[in-house]
């Protein structure tokens, strides 16, 4: 038996056999062939396999996401049908006498390039799904295509450096028992998605690779961190049980589903849900969410080869407001950049990324892409109660630009004679000190705030969120960071307007009473975190709560404070 430990971010016991993911790669080496039938051989299998994958790729993101992204795939498989590529890649093996690997990337990169200089857009954008097709099949063919998370046939947990986010959408629910990976930290994008799943993860559980082999059981919690590699018959034992008795507390919040969130002294409290991918949102309707307070748009733009149109982004954002049957819906436009990447923006690698071009200043460098984003959102606002939310605000300026540029939409939407809701409200996600600080003058040109504590949190405390190494300094216990929430809290009531909360602190049942006390309108979390929120809520007195706010804002550590939260709850 082997204990690790890792950061617990999505609670739940997992038990169960290890599927080990290696790393992706499409690497491969020219080399000089004799056996031309041979080579052509291997591709025809290649393009059987990658034919396979494929077909459960449009199988799995149908059932996942939607009928837009399954095309994405069924458009792959087209392409590895291509006989105009096949023909390029034969001749390439025939006539140079060189390795299929070399010769399908040849062909591919003749037909991309190609593409590329095209004048349509749309064309052009295609140069990307060729190139995805020739690393499918090179992976294949190298032997890599093992590494990646392979058809599931039967339960088991599964280990790996890193999940990407379009992976983690891919990943079959009802036979991933849990995943452990050895980068990422408390707020990193596997971990807020593995959360939304439902899926009981760890991450930063540095060097587990090497001391896991595929089969071999494991046990782990999802909440503390602790993993047993081959556990001994006692502590086996002892996890069983903790997993059965966790299995009856869930049996009891699902009697939260129908009650209402109110206070003991009878306030109503707003819960909210987040939403990362339209799979979530059967989930969070079932578990009485009121409204959505964060739809992270950023998975329209990281699961498909190419930036989503604006008649598939117009679809998604109506339909998620026909859903909510009249209830809001907060919609975050796009904020990549930090750990979320989008390989077709082609940007710049860069020494500080959170601290580089994300969220709405990367909107402003690609402002095609973002009207874009900004005419769908304006087009689905007739179909319900949108709201959009600007992510990353740190200075006046942009606010004020972003407003300029929505108004300009809105112009060319008005001249068009689409229509869109007029009095359709602008809100800001405070998720940087400055934002914080400047919450006054912020609150008189925006509609509502949003406290994004993931990032408040690391850039108040100068703390990556995704560094395992500091993850003891990541709290949202932290003094200075509650200091700044009520600051924020108190600043957004005199200027009249609502605040809400989207970061992952909005969803912990310690820290709610504090909130509540606070006065926070709304708080805005993951399905997992639905039930056991309102049972919070039903339990406390706001009155109560609002008289020790400031008793426990004068408690200098962030222990002390965890402590004391403890013993409230
Ligand atoms: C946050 O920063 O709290 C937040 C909700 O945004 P994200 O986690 O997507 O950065
Ligand atoms: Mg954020």
Redesign the pocket.
């Known amino acids: 038996m082997e204990h690790l430990l890792g950061t617990g971010v999505s609670k739940g016991i997992a038990i169960g056999s290890v599927l080990v993911k290696k790393e992706n790669s499409s690497d491969f080496l020219k080399k000089s062939i004799t056996d031309v039938a041979y080579e052509w051989n291997r591709f025809l299998k290649a393009k059987e396999v990658g034919k396979q994958q494929l077909e459960v790729l449009v199988q799995q993101s149908r059932e996942a996401i939607g009928e837009d992204e399954a095309q994405i795939f069924e458009a792959h498989i087209l392409i590895l049908e291509d006989e105009e590529l096949a023909n390029l890649i034969k001749i390439q093996i025939d006539n140079q006498k060189k390795n299929t690997e070399w010769a399908v990337h040849e062909a591919a990169e003749h037909f991309a390039v190609m593409l590329e200089g095209l004048e349509d857009a749309y064309l052009k954008e295609r140069a990307h799904d060729i190139r995805d097709v020739a690393a499918r099949l090179i992976r294949i063919l190298s032997g890599a295509d093992k590494q990646e998370i392979p058809v599931l046939e039967e339960p088991c947990i599964i280990v790996a450096r890193d999940l990407m986010p379009g992976e983690m959408i891919h990943i079959n629910k009802e036979l991933v028992m849990g995943i452990i990976t050895e980068a990422g930290a408390k707020?990193s994008?596997t971990a807020?998605l593995a959360k939304a799943m439902g899926i009981p993860a760890i991450v930063g559980a540095e060097g587990i690779l090497g001391k896991v082999k595929d089969h071999e059981i494991i046990v782990f919690d999802g909440e503390f961190g602790s993993i047993f590699i081959c556990p001994e018959k006692n502590v086996l034992d002892q996890y069983k049980q903790k997993l059965e008795s966790m299995n009856s507390q869930k049996k009891e919040l699902e009697g939260f589903k129908d009650k209402a969130s109110v206070t003991k002294d009878g306030i109503k409290v707003e819960l909210f849900g987040?939403m990362?991918s339209i799979a979530e949102l059967p989930g969070l309707i079932e578990n009485g969410a009121q409204g959505i307070g964060?739809f992270?748009t950023?998975f329209l733009y990281t699961t498909q080869a190419s930036a989503p149109t604006e008649e598939e982004q117009f679809e998604i954002y109506k339909h998620t407001a026909e859903k909510l049957q009249g209830k809001t819906v907060i919609i975050?436009t796009l904020?990549i950049g930090?750990d979320?990447e989008i390989p077709y923006l082609g940007l710049d690698k860069e020494e500080n990324p959170f601290l580089g071009c994300r969220?709405i200043r990367l909107c402003f460098d690609n402002i095609e892409i973002w009207k874009v984003q900004l005419r769908a959102l304006l087009r689905a606002s007739i179909y319900g109660d949108i709201k959009i939310m600007l992510?990353?605000i740190s200075v006046m300026e942009e606010v004020r630009k972003a407003k300029e540029i929505i108004c300009e939409v809105k112009a060319e939407l008005k001249n068009s004679g689409i229509a869109y809701n007029e009095k359709l409200e602008i809100g800001i996600?405070i998720?940087t000190p400055a934002a914080a600080v400047l919450a006054d003058a912020m609150a008189s040109e925006v509609d509502f705030f949003?406290?994004?504590?993931?990032?408040?949190?690391?850039y108040t405390l100068a703390c990556d969120?995704m560094n395992p190494k500091i993850s003891n300094l990541y709290s949202q216990f932290n003094p200075s960071v509650l200091r700044l929430i009520k600051h924020i809290i108190d600043t957004g009531h005199e200027y009249g307007i609502k605040v809400g909360?989207?970061?992952?602190?909005a969803g912990d049942a310690r820290l709610i009473p504090l909130f509540v006390g606070m006065g926070l309108d709304e708080f805005s979390m993951n399905t997992s975190a639905l039930l056991e929120a309102k049972k919070t809520v039903t339990q406390i007195s706001k009155q109560e709560m609002s008289e020790v706010v400031p008793e426990i804002l004068r408690l200098k550590t962030t222990n002390e404070i965890e402590k004391y939260l403890c013993n409230l709850a």
Do not use: V, Y
């Open positions: 707020t994008h807020i987040n990362a964060l992270r950023e975050r904020d930090g979320k969220g992510p990353m996600m998720e949003s406290i994004g504590t993931n990032d408040l949190i690391q969120r909360m989207c970061g992952e602190a």
